[in-house]
């Protein structure tokens, strides 16, 4: 589809803002482009230019390579302004469809952080919808000022994109003690699912399809977090390697979806289609039941660093939005790792992150976000602030307040770690889960197997209570609750669940970066032999190749994590593909690999067919007892009206741990009571974070209490024995049972309280 053409600019008139609705004394209503009765309202911010001309821009020969400059033709539209800053017009006539961008006049002194080059067509940053990518061109050498190559065919164009008609299905308000998030890519999740039609696969219409759904509701799955489907471009520095931004936190478009998530009949179609595709994906999950977070990154845009491309805001006002080091010449302050950093102590930065927010939350319908190096997003002038603007708006924001709003609350700037300190009702990535759950299970049996010590179970213990120590100061205390740490053991960046049992180093080759990129502290265990095992039959019937004995302890490991981050206090989150031993073959930074290496697998050999069905299971179990997913902190003691304390600690041979055993890494078995607040089943979980097998002495509120077992790491499959020695699968509190070695096992009461 081609988008009308631009009006007749010849008319004397056509170059005037329309004061019928510009706003009173010719004021602009609203940044962006908002089309009207007769025509389309059009408002930038340009603080700091002399002049701003709106660039309509016709393709009038379709024929040509999109990076041709004959294949367009632009008309300029002088603006009126400045208001505050800020430049617009009404030009009649413009309907959707139509593509357009900016070019800004005024000083070129980058000494002074000031790069105005009207030869550089600029996106607009509020546009809703863009045509094109970046062309080769647009990475052009820029440091000579004005008077340089034209971008007109080498940078997207913004696309009036009217408001979307249609009711989208009620929110699913999954309160937070019952979430279960799902990190997901677009592409990645569907590229290679067999049950999805070809052309559905990897796209926003495909993770609506039934077969998708169907696989995150058996898993348990209540809330969808997708990787960034913000309008993205690759980053300069890829771009020379001929390597792409898979990941997507590279933004251009912080109101426009992602078109290259859409369907090959939505992008032919337009701004629009793409638009109503990504609301059809979030009408049908919420049909479904299921809840849609995105992953959003205010904290930097796609133009890199000061060698990087004019594509927007630093044409736009260089000075304005982004953050400076404060010294001359200006140079751009570095927060994020990515060239440059949006400045969050300007007003008019917190206002626009907000009106994008508010234009997801409203007109596409998703439920919540999760905040890329948030910390940047709560930096004022003496560093970071919990009170912070913009973090009190989001916690006040009639429309914001009432969505999952998520924190990784860290960046590479100064004092960059506050885990635990954003505000409420925000809630935070929780590394120290992460690592803790890793030193246990992996990280300590790898170094117990060289004999090493480990380190003991209070961290862990720790975590498994909800991380209170992080989570629980407030005014007034506790107010937060365990729901505010996000547990996770992987997520998009790192190691897989797979990855972290097969692999002690990290294997980034394929990155182009000689293998220094990624993390390399990733307390992984490869359990004696480096990445796969290349046995025949990789699973419980595996024939006696070498290295077959290790594969059984791998799956158990896998098992361990998995269990653990299901069945601990706060809101687990697992990575795609997880739940089916997904590989990317020790590449732990495979945010370039759009490709088999960061696609799911769906293959489902025995023993991967086993580890699904072992986590739906898990989270089944997290969900049918509320003992398992509480929703306030634990206190130790008897709640109210309740006999029983609401949470019990043990060692191996059910006695209380003391201060020493707490504090010796040789206590490395743990058992975790914990009761039911609304008078459903106990739940008891007992590790064995040893090299040997341990006989434990099973903890109750009362001796002779009836346990039964529902589940044990040891076993390939979701299933406990059907029968067996007499009470062997029921045993009493006092009376001992045998743990295999790196295993856990959960029971519960034989009856409801």
Not at 587 to 609: G, H, I, V
Not at 626 to 652: I, N, Q, S
């Amino acid at each position: 589809m081609h988008p009308p053409s631009a009006p007749d600019l010849d008319r004397p008139d056509a170059h005037q803002p329309d004061a019928r609705t510009a706003g009173p004394h010719g004021r602009p209503a609203r940044l962006g482009a908002h089309p009207c009765a007769d025509g389309t309202d059009f408002a930038v911010l340009a603080a700091h230019a002399s002049a701003v001309d709106l660039c309509l821009i016709d393709v009038v020969d379709p024929s040509r390579d999109v990076h041709d400059p004959a294949r367009y033709r632009e008309r300029r539209v002088p603006m009126a302004g400045p208001w505050l800053g800020v430049w617009h017009a009404h030009v009649p006539g413009v309907r959707p469809g139509a593509r357009y961008g900016y070019r800004v006049h005024g000083a070129w002194d980058p000494a002074a952080g000031l790069r105005h080059d009207p030869t550089k067509l600029l996106v607009d940053p509020y546009a809703r919808g863009l045509a094109g990518d970046v062309g080769p061109g647009a990475y052009a050498a820029d440091g000579d000022g004005p008077g340089g190559s034209d971008t007109l065919a080498h940078v997207p164009h913004g696309v009036v994109v009217a408001e979307p008609a249609g009711d989208l299905a009620p929110r699913p308000h999954v309160p937070w003690e019952r979430t279960v998030i799902y990190e997901a890519h677009v592409r990645g999740l569907t590229q290679c699912l067999p049950d999805l039609p070809a052309d559905l696969r990897g796209t926003y219409a495909g993770l609506a399809h039934p077969a998708t759904i169907e696989h995150l509701r058996t898993l348990g799955v209540t809330t969808l977090e997708l990787l960034p489907i913000h309008a993205n471009a690759t980053e300069p520095a890829l771009a020379a390697r001929g390597r792409s931004n898979y990941w997507g936190y590279s933004t251009l478009g912080f109101f426009a979806p992602h078109a290259g998530y859409a369907r090959a009949s939505s992008r032919a179609a337009g701004a629009h289609a793409v638009l109503d595709e990504v609301r059809g994906m979030v009408h049908l999950l919420h049909r479904a039941g299921i809840e849609v977070i995105l992953d959003v990154v205010y904290n930097h845009t796609c133009e890199g660093g000061a060698d990087g491309p004019h594509l927007s805001w630093r044409g736009l006002d260089n000075t304005l939005y982004y953050l400076h080091e404060g010294i001359g010449p200006a140079r751009l302050a570095d927060l994020t790792g990515c060239g440059n950093t949006l400045d969050f102590r300007r007003p008019r930065v917190v206002q626009f992150a907000l009106d994008s927010l508010r234009y997801w939350a409203q007109v596409v319908g998703v439920d919540g976000f999760r905040f890329d190096l948030a910390v940047t997003l709560g930096r004022g002038p003496g560093g970071f602030d919990p009170g912070h603007p913009f973090l009190t708006a989001l916690s006040t924001d009639p429309v914001l307040s009432d969505l999952k709003l998520i924190a990784e609350p860290w960046d590479i700037g100064p004092g960059g770690w506050r885990t635990g300190e954003f505000p409420p009702p925000m809630a935070e990535w929780n590394d120290r889960f992460r690592d803790a759950v890793r030193q246990f299970w992996l990280a300590d049996p790898s170094q117990a197997a060289h004999g090493r010590p480990g380190n003991g179970v209070r961290e862990l213990a720790t975590r498994l209570a909800g991380s209170v120590d992080l989570f629980g100061h407030s005014d007034p205390p506790l107010l937060r609750g365990p729901v505010a740490s996000i547990n996770y053991v992987t997520a998009h960046d790192g190691f897989t669940l797979a990855d972290l049992v097969a692999y002690d180093h990290k294997h980034n080759e394929a990155n182009g970066e000689d293998n220094r990129d990624g993390s390399d502290h990733n307390r992984s265990w490869n359990h004696g032999f480096e990445g796969p095992l290349h046995l025949r039959a990789e699973g419980r019937d595996a024939d006696l190749t070498p290295g077959a004995e290790i594969a059984p302890l791998r799956r158990r490991s896998i098992r361990n994590l998995l269990a653990t981050l299901a069945l601990a206090a706060g809101t687990p989150m697992i990575t795609a593909g997880d739940e089916l031993a997904r590989t990317q073959r020790g590449n732990n930074n495979a945010y370039p690999q759009d490709n088999e290496m960061s696609w799911l697998d769906w293959d489902r050999t025995s023993w991967r067919a086993d580890l699904l069905e072992t986590a739906r299971y898990l989270f089944a179990l997290r969900r049918d007892h509320a003992a398992l997913r509480p929703a306030t902190f634990y206190l130790g003691r008897p709640r109210p009206g309740r006999e029983d304390p609401d949470l019990v600690w043990r060692d191996a041979w059910g006695e209380s741990l003391d201060h020493s055993a707490w504090h010796d890494p040789r206590t490395r078995c743990l058992q975790m009571l914990r009761t039911a607040p609304d008078g459903g089943r106990d739940v008891l979980l007992v590790l064995n974070g040893s090299l040997d097998d341990t006989t434990v002495t099973l903890a109750g509120l009362r001796p002779g209490d009836p346990w039964l077992i529902a589940w044990d790491s040891a076993w390939e499959q979701p299933v406990g024995p059907p029968t067996g020695p007499e009470g062997a699968a029921h045993p009493k509190a006092g009376e001992s049972v045998r743990l295999e070695a790196l295993s856990m096992q959960v029971y519960l009461s034989a009856a409801s309280r």
